[in-house]
C-alpha cells in the first residue's frame, strides 16, 4: 500500500474543466422535484444557494463506467486501491450569485491525498477543490472530501449509528411514499439508498396496476407474473436475461419476416435448408442455443467430479 500510495501523490495537482449552462427547464424541472411552488423561473433570475451541485453531472461512456457506478478511476480522480466511495464532507464558500442563462465554468483540481487509518480499515482521503465562475466573477468555491474504504470483514458488527444533533438549526421532516421513493432511485443528486423489502413490492404494485390499466385485462396480469417467474427462474440458473428481452421485442419482425420468406419459397419450411447459407444460418441459430447449456452442464459436471475426488 506504501508503493502505491506514492504513485497516488502524482495526483496532486492535476486539473480538469468544463462548461455547463443554468437553464430555464433545469430549474423548474429541480423545484418541481424538491416540491416548491416556485414561480416559473425567468433568464436573470437568481438561482437558489446549493442548486449549483445539479451543474456538472459526470457523463461517461457506459464502458468507462467502473463497478460502484462512477466513471473509472484513473482519468481525473486517482486510481485508489480500495473499492468502496463515500462522500466525506463539503466545505463551500458562496461569493457571488449564479444567475438563470449564465453560462458557467469549472475548475477542478486535486488538493491532497491523505492515507489514513479507522475501525473500519485502511482509508484513502482525496481532497478535491472546485471553483465555479460565472459571467461576474468567481461564484462558488467548494472543498470535497472523497473517501475510499477496504470492504468490512465479513463477521464484522455494523458500526454503531451517530445520534441525531439535538441544536440543529433548520430541520424539515420528509415522509416517503411510493413515488418519492422511486424518484430518488432516478435522481442522483440526493444519496438515498433505498431498502429491497421496501422497494420490491412497491415496484410490484406499480407495474401490476400500470399492466391492468392498459386493457383492463387480468389475462395480461397473469401474463406479467408469468414472465417475472420465468425471469427470475433464468436468474436463478444463471442463464442471461438479456436475449430473452432482445427476443420479445424483435419477434413480431422475426415472425413477419419468415412469413414472407415462406410465402417467397412457396417451398414450405423446407425452403430454410435447401441452400449453404440458410443451412449455415440455422445451425448458427441452433449452436447459440445449445452451446451455452452444454457447457454449463460439462462445468457443473466437472465440479461435482472434483468433489468426489477430493
Excluded at 2 to 16: A, N, P, S, V
Excluded at 226 to 243: H, N, S, W
Excluded at 246 to 275: F, Q, W
Aim: proline share 10%; no cysteine; charged share 25%.
Amino acid at each position: 500500500m506504501t508503493q502505491d500510495f506514492e504513485k497516488l501523490k502524482e495526483w496532486i495537482g492535476r486539473r480538469e474543466e468544463a462548461i455547463d449552462y443554468v437553464t430555464v427547464p433545469l430549474v423548474h424541472r429541480l423545484a418541481a422535484t424538491l416540491d416548491r411552488d416556485d414561480p416559473f423561473p425567468r433568464m436573470g433570475d437568481p438561482l437558489p444557494r446549493g442548486w449549483h451541485t445539479v451543474l456538472f453531472p459526470r457523463v461517461v461512456r457506459h464502458s468507462e463506467i467502473g463497478p460502484d457506478g462512477h466513471p473509472k478511476r484513473g482519468d481525473f480522480l486517482p486510481p485508489v486501491p480500495l473499492p468502496r466511495r463515500m462522500f466525506g464532507g463539503k466545505r463551500e464558500t458562496f461569493v457571488s450569485d449564479l444567475r438563470v442563462g449564465d453560462e458557467v465554468k469549472r475548475e477542478s483540481v486535486i488538493k491532497d491525498v491523505t492515507p489514513k487509518r479507522g475501525r473500519s480499515g485502511q482509508m484513502i482521503f482525496v481532497t478535491v477543490r472546485t471553483d465555479l465562475t460565472g459571467p461576474r466573477g468567481l461564484a462558488i468555491t467548494e472543498e470535497q472530501d472523497i473517501i475510499y474504504r477496504d470492504n468490512p470483514e465479513p463477521n464484522a458488527p455494523p458500526a454503531a449509528p451517530h445520534p441525531v444533533p439535538g441544536r440543529a438549526v433548520w430541520s424539515r421532516s420528509v415522509t416517503a411514499d411510493p413515488v418519492k421513493t422511486i424518484m430518488q432511485q432516478a435522481f442522483p443528486y440526493v444519496d438515498i439508498e433505498t431498502p429491497v423489502q421496501l422497494l420490491a413490492p412497491m415496484i410490484f404494485v406499480l407495474a401490476t396496476v400500470g399492466v391492468y390499466a392498459v386493457h383492463n385485462s387480468m389475462f395480461e396480469v397473469g401474463l406479467m407474473l408469468g414472465f417475472g417467474v420465468l425471469g427470475y427462474a433464468m436468474e436463478r440458473l444463471d442463464i442471461p436475461t438479456a436475449p430473452a428481452v432482445l427476443a420479445v421485442i424483435l419477434g413480431p419482425m422475426a415472425e413477419e419476416s419468415l412469413r414472407r420468406a415462406l410465402l417467397l419459397s412457396e417451398t414450405g419450411v423446407m425452403g430454410l435448408v435447401k441452400d449453404p447459407i440458410s443451412i449455415g444460418l440455422v445451425l448458427l441459430i441452433v449452436g447459440t442455443a445449445t452451446i451455452p447449456a452444454m457447457k454449463r452442464a460439462l462445468a457443473r459436471k466437472s465440479k461435482n467430479i472434483e468433489s468426489s475426488v477430493a
